[in-house]
């Protein structure tokens, strides 16, 4: 099974991806890639951008690069267009590795009767925690998509704690993340919602349900 794991800024992809992980999940950390990809196109992202963005070791100032393109939605497109290739690519080649199929590729294999469990081995379960989960088309990769859902205030008070942003800057992030509803994309995945209020008992009982469902 693939399970995709989306949300706004600062909704509990993270809490949930360490649910699942406990229970012996492999997670696909999909912003950890963009790291290597932000490295790996380093040279293009600084000549866009500006050298000023170069951390004096090897990599780029992610919270910089950040301040750049939350304020200017055709410089984010930009971005996007440089390291999401690189982050989908990583993405499939994780994925090959581990050898997971989606739950359609595995009826038809057991029809055929070449499926894994049949002969002895564990099917693989991963999920894919990613913020552009549907912008980057990685929810055609997945059986099921949990949408992380927490409100304004709640996603604000965490924001501060975590990035120690302002309210002016959280806001600029919430408008940049406008496209981020799965609603806006025509993807043929079952959507079920998780509502993070903090309570991990709550949320461990309702992704309980979902993989069990």
């Known amino acids: 099974m693939v399970l995709g794991i989306t949300g706004k800024y600062c909704a509990g992809k993270s809490a949930v991806s360490e649910v699942f992980a406990?229970?012996?999940?492999?997670?696909?950390?999909?912003?950890?890639?963009g790291h290597h990809a932000l490295i790996e196109k380093r040279d293009e992202v600084l000549q866009r951008f500006g050298r000023g963005l170069d951390d004096g070791a090897g990599g780029i100032d992610r919270k910089?690069?950040?301040?750049?393109?939350?304020?200017?939605r055709t410089?984010?497109?930009y971005l996007e267009s440089i390291v999401h290739p690189s982050m989908v690519a990583m993405?499939?080649?994780e994925l090959a590795e581990i050898g997971t199929v989606t739950e359609a590729v595995e009826a038809d294999r057991a029809a055929a009767g070449?499926?894994?469990?049949a002969a002895g081995g564990e099917k693989p379960k991963v999920a894919i925690n990613a913020a552009l989960l549907y912008p980057m088309g990685l929810a055609e990769r997945c059986d099921r998509v949990v949408w992380v859902y927490?409100?304004?205030l709640a996603?604000?008070?965490?924001?501060?704690?975590?990035?120690?942003i302002g309210l002016l800057e959280m806001l600029r992030r919430e408008h940049a993340q406008k496209r981020i509803r799965p609603q806006f994309y025509r993807v043929d995945v079952d959507i079920v919602t998780v509502t993070n209020n903090g309570d991990r008992t709550t949320l461990e009982r309702r992704l309980h349900e979902i993989v069990d469902s």
């Open 75 to 77: 410089a984010l497109r």
């Open 114 to 117: 070449t499926d894994r469990a």
């Open 91 to 93: 993405v499939d080649h």
């Open 150 to 152: 927490a409100g304004f």
């Open 22 to 33: 406990a229970w012996g999940w492999h997670i696909i950390d999909v912003d950890r890639l």
């Open 64 to 72: 910089r690069l950040g301040a750049i393109v939350f304020r200017n």
């Open 155 to 164: 996603r604000f008070r965490r924001a501060r704690r975590r990035d120690g």
